[in-house]
């Protein structure tokens, strides 16, 4: 893979780190916005044979002839492998055959478990949020998941107030105690850094920030004390194939807009 990169914004960088998730032969359900477009990138470049499952029932073994901006986008049903339904995708989480599942949400805490339900207290004030739709299941069934969120304070919280999509729940062996099979979050990518989750106390923990980001600026962003890997990695930024790609797939900039860095 080449090395050298041109301007690029976090979005971008996002992007890319999204894709170097993905292995070769794996399996996706994949997603929208940022994480439909790294699915893309990774079969792209370096998983060839990856297979993405959209929630609508869409399974691709190749990618789409020309740029979508959505799953259910026309382009996405053309000679795709199988035209089925939601039920049918969902089917496949609970065979356990998908590998990797992406997610996003409002609040995430130093476990990983995501909240897309409600802020608030339930003897309190409560805004509402979107729910879970489909992201409990693939949080619970997939071999493993991947957030993909905004950087804030107020998102990273050191508890969730709802637990919409389960990560380690309360630390170890909760996973087990409630009965969930297999998976857990492996990745968090933000708009400031990589994390990945402690093996033995399932805690997150930053290993990597991205150019011209501190580990201060990621600590003051985060509701929690942190762990933080030793050493901190510096996010590789955007290869020149990665960039070229990214153009074809988004060409005006809808999911990936923004200043360039």
Partial sequence: ???DTREY???????????REIQNGEIIFVGMRLPLLGFLLAKSLHAPDAVGIYELGIVRDRVAPVPILTMGD????????????????MSLLQQGRVDVSFLGGAQVDRFGN?????????NGSISSLPGSGGACDLASLAQRHILVM??????FVERVDYITSPGYGD???????????????????????????DPVDCQMVLTSVHPGVTVKMVQDHTGWPLKIANPVQITPPPTLSELDMLAQFDPKGFWTGGPAR
Avoid: C, K
């Avoid at 382009?75 to 039920?87: C, E």
């Avoid at 630390?171 to 989750?197: D, E, K």
């Fill in 171 to 197: 630390g170890p062996g909760w996973r087990q105690r409630v009965g969930l099979p297999r998976g857990g979050p492996s990745t968090v990518i933000t708009t400031l850094g990589i994390f990945h989750f």
């Fill in 1 to 3: 893979m080449d090395t």
């Fill in 150 to 155: 905004a950087h804030e304070e107020r998102r």
């Fill in 74 to 89: 026309l382009p996405n049903l053309y000679q795709a492998a199988w035209l089925a339904d939601t039920a049918d995708a």
């Fill in 114 to 122: 995501l909240n897309t339900t409600l802020i608030g207290d339930w």
């Fill in 9 to 19: 914004n976090f979005a971008q960088l996002m992007v890319a780190a999204a894709a």
